[in-house]
């Protein structure tokens, strides 16, 4: 489904788009040559991430990951470029500051504005991510959470579990 919005610029070229988002004062996001102003996020919004990222620290103390929140952007393999609300990296040579190429967890907390691209837009392109293991939307008014996790050797599952179910790293 298309975005709501159109986009603030086109076509626009990844390192053209890097060089734009280190100096402007909003946050966009990135796909197909199209930026995108991002949508504001809510008090409840933000609670819920923070939550679960501290939850998720919690579990991998004793590894090498590091759980990032949604200041950290995502690159896939076809360019788009995100910010997610949580993510989670094991691979200890994904060292950029500012941009990730493995997460092997990724987690969008759900808005009405945002819902359409992150289930769809989003998820098309965080599945070429060969280093993704699953793909959460939390959904924020009721206690239920889609988890999409990837098949041995091949793409991927989905499945509704409650908001409280463990994410397996």
């Given at each position: 489904?298309?975005?709501?919005?159109?986009?603030?610029?086109?076509?626009?070229?990844?390192?053209?788009?890097?060089?734009?988002?280190?100096?402007?004062?909003?946050?966009?996001?990135?796909?197909?040559?199209?930026?995108?102003?991002?949508?504001?996020?809510?008090?409840?919004?933000?609670?819920?991430?923070?939550?679960?990222?501290?939850?998720?620290?919690?579990?991998?103390?004793d590894t090498d990951c590091r759980v990032l929140m949604s200041d950290v952007?995502?690159?896939?393999?076809?360019?788009?470029?995100?910010?997610?609300?949580?993510?989670?990296?094991?691979?200890?040579?994904?060292?950029?500051?500012?941009?990730?190429?493995?997460?092997?967890?990724?987690?969008?907390?759900?808005?009405?504005?945002?819902?359409?691209?992150?289930?769809?837009?989003?998820?098309?392109?965080?599945?070429?991510?060969?280093?993704?293991?699953?793909?959460?939307?939390?959904?924020?008014?009721?206690?239920?959470?889609?988890?999409?996790?990837?098949?041995?050797?091949?793409?991927?599952?989905?499945?509704?579990?409650?908001?409280?179910s463990s994410c397996p790293v």
């Amino acid at each position: 489904m298309p975005r709501s919005k159109p986009p603030v610029k086109t076509e626009v070229s990844v390192e053209e788009f890097l060089a734009f988002e280190a100096t402007s004062s909003e946050r966009h996001e990135y796909a197909h040559g199209q930026v995108f102003a991002m949508a504001d996020s809510s008090e409840r919004h933000n609670r819920l991430a923070f939550e679960l990222a501290m939850a998720i620290a919690q579990n991998i103390r004793d590894t090498d990951c590091r759980v990032l929140m949604s200041d950290v952007k995502v690159q896939t393999p076809t360019g788009a470029i995100y910010y997610p609300d949580v993510m989670l990296v094991c691979d200890a040579s994904d060292d950029h500051p500012y941009i990730k190429h493995s997460p092997c967890l990724i987690v969008e907390v759900l808005s009405d504005s945002t819902l359409d691209i992150d289930r769809g837009e989003k998820w098309l392109n965080y599945q070429t991510l060969p280093s993704l293991q699953m793909y959460v939307l939390l959904e924020q008014d009721t206690m239920r959470a889609e988890v999409f996790r990837r098949a041995e050797g091949a793409g991927s599952t989905s499945a509704s579990k409650a908001a409280r179910s463990s994410c397996p790293v």
